[in-house]
């Protein structure tokens, strides 16, 4: 019985590595518009956008093959999906959770950039504007420099901003997104803050870069620096903290520190770093 099971169970394998072979080896042939997923970090969530990528090929784009003042799909193929998980603004507008049609409008000075409910949809041929989501206006900017292949990117990230862009041929166009989770992140710090291992780094930073309670980063530093005394990277953020609260004799202190124990740890790095804080304070 042991040896027919063997059997059975080689064979099922065999048979299941030949379909899937068959199934790599179908024979297919490439869009004219390549398809991109790009996946960007944004707050304590991720944003991610699909979208077919049209070539310029010597044709006048906008006010040519696509018209001013004609909903457009926003690429190629099927309409550019965008998804969030967490809430975000975007231009403004409050857009919650979820997976949402992109849809513009080009015009010759300013574009409607459209967020629409109905996802999975060819071209803009079933656009309905009862669907939407949001829709605003957004300058249209020249390039100086063809982009041949139309190109969506994200550009200016932080942990509460980001620049998505869209540009193709001569025409480019930025929209503006916004996290709106600071009271989240603080309240996942505090709980961070009650664990064995606490993050002091990283809630530094943010505390830090994000304008929140600088003496509680600076205690955070101070506390972290009883285990490792001769970090350089915990002196840069003290002399960071300390020449941000506008204590220049002891940001200059603390960074020249930072150097000293870089130096003594062959990083190079931290060098640099305590050493622009220190270039920093001298000139003020």
């Known amino acids: 019985m042991k040896f027919i099971s063997a059997c059975i169970a080689t064979f099922v394998l065999i048979t299941c590595f030949n379909i899937s072979l068959k199934a790599?080896?179908?024979?297919?042939?490439?869009?004219?518009?390549?398809?991109?997923?790009?996946?960007?970090?944004?707050?304590?969530?991720?944003?991610?956008?699909?979208?077919?990528?049209?070539?310029?090929?010597?044709?006048?784009?906008?006010?040519?093959?696509?018209?001013?003042?004609?909903?457009?799909?926003?690429?190629?193929?099927?309409?550019?999906?965008?998804?969030?998980?967490?809430?975000?603004?975007?231009e403004g507008n409050k857009v919650p959770a979820g997976t949402y049609s992109l849809f513009t409008i080009p015009g010759e000075k300013e574009w409607t950039v459209i967020l629409n409910k109905t996802v999975k949809q060819w071209g803009a041929y079933d656009y309905k504007q009862e669907d939407d989501l949001v829709r605003f206006k957004v300058p249209m900017i020249a390039l100086k420099e063809k982009r041949e292949t139309f190109t969506v990117a994200?550009?200016?990230?932080?942990?509460?901003?980001?620049?998505?862009?869209?540009?193709?041929?001569?025409?480019?166009?930025?929209?503006?997104l916004q996290t709106n989770d600071n009271a989240k992140i603080l309240a996942n710090i505090d709980k961070l803050m009650m664990s064995a291992k606490?993050?002091?780094?990283?809630?530094?930073?943010?505390?830090?870069?994000?304008?929140?309670?600088?003496?509680?980063?600076?205690?955070?530093?101070?506390?972290?620096?009883?285990?490792e005394p001769k970090a350089p990277w915990f002196k840069l953020w003290e002399a960071r903290i300390l020449l941000k609260q506008g204590k220049k004799d002891a940001a200059i202190k603390a960074a020249k520190q930072g150097i000293a124990y870089a130096e003594s740890a062959n990083d190079d790095e931290y060098v640099r770093l305590n050493q622009g804080v220190l270039d920093q304070a001298t000139k003020q």
């Open 24 to 90: 790599q080896q179908q024979p297919r042939i490439p869009e004219a518009s390549s398809t991109q997923t790009i996946i960007q970090d944004f707050g304590l969530g991720k944003i991610t956008l699909t979208y077919s990528r049209p070539n310029v090929k010597d044709r006048k784009i906008f006010g040519g093959i696509q018209p001013f003042g004609q909903v457009w799909r926003t690429g190629a193929n099927w309409a550019t999906t965008i998804s969030f998980t967490e809430e975000v603004l975007v």
């Open 154 to 176: 994200f550009a200016n990230v932080n942990t509460k901003n980001a620049d998505l862009y869209l540009l193709w041929g001569y025409t480019a166009i930025a929209i503006k």
């Open 198 to 227: 606490k993050p002091y780094f990283n809630a530094i930073q943010y505390y830090y870069e994000n304008d929140q309670d600088l003496n509680k980063a600076l205690k955070w530093v101070y506390e972290a620096q009883k285990a």
